[in-house]
Protein backbone atom coordinates (compact mmCIF):
# COMPACT_ATOMS: atom_id res chain seq x y z
CA UNK A 1 0.00 0.00 0.00
CA UNK A 2 1.27 3.57 -0.43
CA UNK A 3 0.63 6.11 0.94
CA UNK A 4 -0.44 9.43 -1.09
CA UNK A 5 -0.74 13.04 0.23
CA UNK A 6 -2.13 16.32 -1.62
CA UNK A 7 -2.18 19.92 -0.31
CA UNK A 8 -4.42 22.86 -1.27
CA UNK A 9 -3.92 26.15 0.11
CA UNK A 10 -7.72 27.92 0.97
CA UNK A 11 -8.02 31.24 1.90
CA UNK A 12 -10.78 30.94 4.39
CA UNK A 13 -11.76 30.28 7.62
CA UNK A 14 -11.09 26.70 9.55
CA UNK A 15 -14.75 26.13 10.34
CA UNK A 16 -15.70 27.13 6.93
CA UNK A 17 -13.49 24.94 5.29
CA UNK A 18 -14.18 22.11 7.54
CA UNK A 19 -18.05 22.71 6.45
CA UNK A 20 -17.45 22.51 3.16
CA UNK A 21 -15.63 19.09 3.46
CA UNK A 22 -18.08 17.48 6.12
CA UNK A 23 -21.74 19.07 5.77
CA UNK A 24 -23.28 16.35 4.02
CA UNK A 25 -24.88 18.39 1.18
CA UNK A 26 -20.80 20.10 0.57
CA UNK A 27 -19.17 16.70 0.73
CA UNK A 28 -22.07 15.56 -1.86
CA UNK A 29 -20.65 18.24 -4.39
CA UNK A 30 -16.58 18.23 -3.70
CA UNK A 31 -16.64 13.84 -3.77
CA UNK A 32 -18.61 13.83 -7.17
CA UNK A 33 -14.91 14.22 -8.70
CA UNK A 34 -15.11 10.49 -7.50
CA UNK A 35 -18.59 9.22 -8.15
CA UNK A 36 -21.43 11.30 -9.26
CA UNK A 37 -23.78 9.87 -5.77
CA UNK A 38 -20.91 9.81 -3.29
CA UNK A 39 -21.97 10.81 0.17
CA UNK A 40 -21.55 9.38 3.44
CA UNK A 41 -24.16 7.66 5.97
CA UNK A 42 -23.29 7.71 9.67
CA UNK A 43 -25.24 7.62 12.82
CA UNK A 44 -23.19 10.91 14.22
CA UNK A 45 -20.50 12.64 13.11
CA UNK A 46 -17.86 11.36 15.98
CA UNK A 47 -14.78 9.79 17.11
CA UNK A 48 -15.48 6.54 17.55
CA UNK A 49 -18.32 6.01 15.27
CA UNK A 50 -18.60 3.97 12.10
CA UNK A 51 -19.28 6.14 8.77
CA UNK A 52 -20.07 4.20 5.62
CA UNK A 53 -19.00 6.13 2.08
CA UNK A 54 -21.28 5.06 -0.69
CA UNK A 55 -22.83 5.52 -4.15
CA UNK A 56 -26.06 5.48 -4.77
CA UNK A 57 -26.38 1.44 -5.58
CA UNK A 58 -24.93 1.23 -1.93
CA UNK A 59 -21.24 0.08 -3.20
CA UNK A 60 -18.06 1.73 -1.18
CA UNK A 61 -16.28 1.69 1.83
CA UNK A 62 -17.24 0.82 5.56
CA UNK A 63 -14.74 2.96 8.10
CA UNK A 64 -14.52 3.99 11.50
CA UNK A 65 -13.57 7.93 12.82
CA UNK A 66 -10.58 6.68 14.79
CA UNK A 67 -10.06 10.61 15.60
CA UNK A 68 -11.68 13.57 15.03
CA UNK A 69 -10.73 17.31 16.30
CA UNK A 70 -13.49 19.33 14.72
CA UNK A 71 -11.85 22.07 12.58
CA UNK A 72 -8.62 20.66 12.87
CA UNK A 73 -8.32 16.77 11.81
CA UNK A 74 -9.61 13.28 10.77
CA UNK A 75 -9.07 10.16 10.30
CA UNK A 76 -10.61 7.19 9.02
CA UNK A 77 -9.54 3.61 9.12
CA UNK A 78 -11.10 1.59 6.47
CA UNK A 79 -12.53 -1.73 7.85
CA UNK A 80 -14.21 -3.30 4.77
CA UNK A 81 -16.44 -3.01 1.90
CA UNK A 82 -19.79 -2.14 0.81
CA UNK A 83 -21.80 -3.84 -1.40
CA UNK A 84 -25.65 -3.49 -1.73
CA UNK A 85 -25.53 -1.61 1.51
CA UNK A 86 -23.87 -4.51 3.66
CA UNK A 87 -20.89 -4.22 5.16
CA UNK A 88 -17.91 -6.66 3.75
CA UNK A 89 -15.34 -6.71 6.66
CA UNK A 90 -11.67 -7.14 5.24
CA UNK A 91 -9.09 -9.71 7.23
CA UNK A 92 -5.58 -8.60 7.70
CA UNK A 93 -4.95 -10.36 4.33
CA UNK A 94 -6.91 -7.99 2.08
CA UNK A 95 -4.50 -5.14 0.57
CA UNK A 96 -7.15 -2.28 1.78
CA UNK A 97 -7.30 -3.64 5.31
CA UNK A 98 -6.45 -0.88 7.81
CA UNK A 99 -6.20 1.90 5.32
CA UNK A 100 -6.02 5.20 6.48
CA UNK A 101 -7.64 8.45 5.26
CA UNK A 102 -6.74 12.07 6.77
CA UNK A 103 -7.86 15.53 6.53
CA UNK A 104 -5.72 18.31 8.14
CA UNK A 105 -6.49 21.75 8.45
CA UNK A 106 -3.02 23.99 9.44
CA UNK A 107 -4.01 27.78 9.70
CA UNK A 108 -1.11 29.95 7.73
CA UNK A 109 -0.92 33.67 7.94
CA UNK A 110 -4.00 34.32 5.97
CA UNK A 111 -5.05 30.98 4.81
CA UNK A 112 -5.33 27.33 5.45
CA UNK A 113 -3.29 24.59 4.31
CA UNK A 114 -5.19 21.44 3.64
CA UNK A 115 -3.28 18.62 3.93
CA UNK A 116 -4.79 14.98 2.45
CA UNK A 117 -2.94 11.90 3.08
CA UNK A 118 -4.66 8.49 1.59
CA UNK A 119 -3.34 4.72 1.60
CA UNK A 120 -3.91 3.29 -1.57
CA UNK A 121 -2.95 0.26 -3.35
CA UNK A 122 -0.84 0.49 -6.89
CA UNK A 123 -4.05 0.11 -9.05
CA UNK A 124 -6.06 2.89 -7.94
CA UNK A 125 -2.83 5.82 -7.52
CA UNK A 126 -3.21 7.00 -11.15
CA UNK A 127 -7.37 7.42 -10.07
CA UNK A 128 -6.32 9.27 -6.89
CA UNK A 129 -3.95 11.57 -8.86
CA UNK A 130 -5.82 12.39 -10.96
CA UNK A 131 -9.12 13.23 -9.31
CA UNK A 132 -8.07 14.08 -5.68
CA UNK A 133 -7.20 17.78 -6.58
CA UNK A 134 -9.64 18.09 -9.06
CA UNK A 135 -12.02 17.47 -5.53
CA UNK A 136 -9.68 19.80 -3.66
CA UNK A 137 -10.29 22.56 -6.05
CA UNK A 138 -14.16 22.42 -5.32
CA UNK A 139 -13.67 22.68 -1.77
CA UNK A 140 -11.37 25.18 -2.53
CA UNK A 141 -13.86 27.35 -4.59
CA UNK A 142 -16.50 26.69 -2.34
CA UNK A 143 -14.97 27.58 0.97
CA UNK A 144 -13.18 31.03 -0.38
CA UNK A 145 -16.91 31.47 -1.66
CA UNK A 146 -18.41 31.25 1.28
CA UNK A 147 -15.75 33.00 3.15
CA UNK A 148 -16.20 35.52 0.61
CA UNK A 149 -20.20 36.28 1.20
Not at 2 to 21: M, Q
Not at 66 to 82: C, V, W, Y
Not at 132 to 149: C, I, R
Request: net charge negative; aromatic share 14%.
Amino acid sequence: MTTLVFKIHIRAHAATVWNCLWESENYKRWTAAFSESSHYKTPHFAEGNSIHFLSADGHGMFSIIEKLQKNSFILFRHKGELINFIEQPMNEAQEWFNAAESYELIPQQGFIELVVSVDTIEAYEPFMNATFPKALETVKSMAEEANNS
